[in-house]
């Protein structure tokens, strides 16, 4: 059965007023990465890194669990780095959803939901019930694609955060501790983040955390990176973020975050999601980073909607052209279209690929799984409809599962559709789609038929489906992978 999930108004619909025209594009504790002792991140060893700038300075290396190290910091945070052993950092946004079946939602007022969420939180549900959630999503999807992955975030010290990097630990995900060393007194200030994930008997889903009902981000007092964490950033080829790490980090932090992994030659990921309405009408401080992010990422990932929000433009192909030219540096956008598929725009090309035709039962994390395969495919230089079509079965095998966390897609169930090769019959609809950009460059489109050329008019290239399987799957089953140049 096909069941459409929806969030209520504080996690409400993608469709915002948004507009380049806008924005002005302008410019502790000891924190170390653990390790569990026996999933240590694989071609990361002392041997790559680090010697001091400076041997007058008596600092430590970062450390793992097993006691090993990977860097040395300098007098000032300098390092030397031969290469970028990890593969993908998340910025904040760690939670633990607890997943609860209720006759119905929570009422609309704020109130009532501040209510009914204080009665929830009296006593811990069973531990069943509990699920990592929020950038675990993707950094788990990434971890189960063969990426090295770091999680960059805050968790408490009590048993919901004990929880998280077990599960994070668990799939062999590092963690970096970010925290201030001005944290406020009450400790529920530092608590782990929960989010209620609500079902009711129709499968539709409310979220609801004590972030709806602050006036300022949970970790406001979370000012400055560490050496530890910039550490990571800085060994990292990607660093992705989403518009929920403004419920975590002030936008001044952000800003800063997104400088330094711009300077130190880490790709900024970036999906706005649901949060991209309230920040566009949000603070001038919110505007501006949202606004910084569309300028200085290297990628940026939206659905059809937000797309057509944010330029005006309903075409998504002219929509992700427009947001190219505005900015900076950026390379691709990506276009989720949900079951018709995903499109990626580059300054050079367009490819297209269609969605893979799945029994959906619960959409929950399927974009944080979608946006680990994107790494995977920029990563790995593959070719551009390889990307989408990996992201789109990754994105497919999350939806046949029930709720995110550890039940994203596991690689066995991305070979086995990918196998298949059974795709939603939308190839007419994107044909039609991509006759209206004339000025297209060079097309690249997925389809279930033989490769071949496309009119005059256009420099469509159709890629078979055959073709892109029997390229993709080296890569899934033994890890291997086909490159070439990317546009």
Not at 300 to 316: F, K
Not at 346 to 367: H, L, N, R, Y
Request: hydrophobic share 40%.
């Amino acid at each position: 059965m096909h069941h459409h999930a929806f969030s209520l108004k504080f996690h409400s619909s993608p469709h915002y007023a948004l507009s380049l025209s806008n924005f002005s594009l302008q410019s502790p504790n000891q924190l170390l990465p653990i390790f569990p002792p026996f999933a240590r991140v694989p071609n990361v060893s002392s041997s790559v890194c680090l010697r001091c700038r400076s041997s007058a300075a008596d600092v430590s290396p970062v450390r793992y669990a097993d006691g090993s190290s990977i860097g040395c910091l300098g007098e000032t945070g300098g390092i030397v780095v031969a290469d970028k052993p990890i593969d993908v950092a998340t910025l904040g946004n760690l939670c633990v959803d607890i997943v609860l079946s209720v006759e119905e939602l929570p009422p609309p007022s704020r109130g009532d939901r501040k209510a009914f969420m204080d009665e929830l939180s009296i006593s811990p549900p069973d531990k069943k019930y509990w699920e990592a959630g929020g950038n675990c999503n993707m950094a788990i999807a990434a971890a189960r694609l063969g990426l090295n992955c770091v999680a960059i975030g805050h968790v408490g010290d009590e048993i919901y955060g004990e929880f998280l990097l077990d599960v994070l630990h668990g799939e062999g995900i590092s963690t970096v501790a970010l925290d201030g060393e001005n944290a406020k007194d009450n400790s529920s200030y530092c608590e782990t983040l929960i989010c209620w994930v609500l079902v009711d008997p129709s499968q539709r889903h409310g979220f609801c955390s004590r972030a709806d009902f602050k006036e300022e981000p949970a970790f406001s007092w979370i000012t400055d990176l560490s050496d530890e964490v910039k550490l990571a950033i800085r060994q990292s080829k990607v660093l992705f973020c989403n518009g929920y790490d403004f419920d975590d980090f002030s936008p001044s932090f952000i800003m800063s975050t997104i400088d330094y992994a711009t300077k130190v030659g880490t790709a900024v990921f970036f999906d706005p999601g649901p949060r991209g309405k309230s920040l566009s009408k949000g603070t001038p401080d919110e505007r501006r980073a949202l606004a910084h992010f569309f300028r200085m990422s290297d990628v940026l990932l939206l659905t059809s909607e937000e797309a057509e929000s944010l330029t005006g433009i309903r075409n998504p192909v002219k929509a992700g052209q427009e947001i190219l030219k505005n900015g900076k540096g950026m390379k691709w956008v990506i276009v989720k279209m949900g079951s018709k598929g995903s499109i990626l725009v580059t300054k050079s090309s367009v490819s297209v690929a269609p969605a893979f035709k799945v029994e959906v039962v619960d959409t929950v994390g399927c974009g944080d799984s979608f946006v680990a395969a994107i790494a995977l495919g920029y990563i790995r230089n593959m070719p551009l409809v390889n990307t989408l079509t990996i992201a789109n079965a990754v994105g497919a095998a999350t939806a046949m599962g029930c709720g995110a966390g550890r039940n994203v897609a596991k690689r066995h169930q991305v070979v086995d559709l990918v196998k298949a090769s059974k795709l939603n019959d939308e190839e007419k609809f994107f044909e039609e789609l991509l006759a209206k950009v004339p000025e297209s460059p060079k097309i690249s489109l997925l389809s279930k038929g033989i490769g071949k050329d496309g009119s005059s008019k256009q420099q469509m290239e159709i890629v078979s489906m055959e073709k892109v399987v029997s390229e993709l799957l080296p890569e899934l089953e033994h890890g291997r992978c086909c490159v070439k140049a990317s546009s």
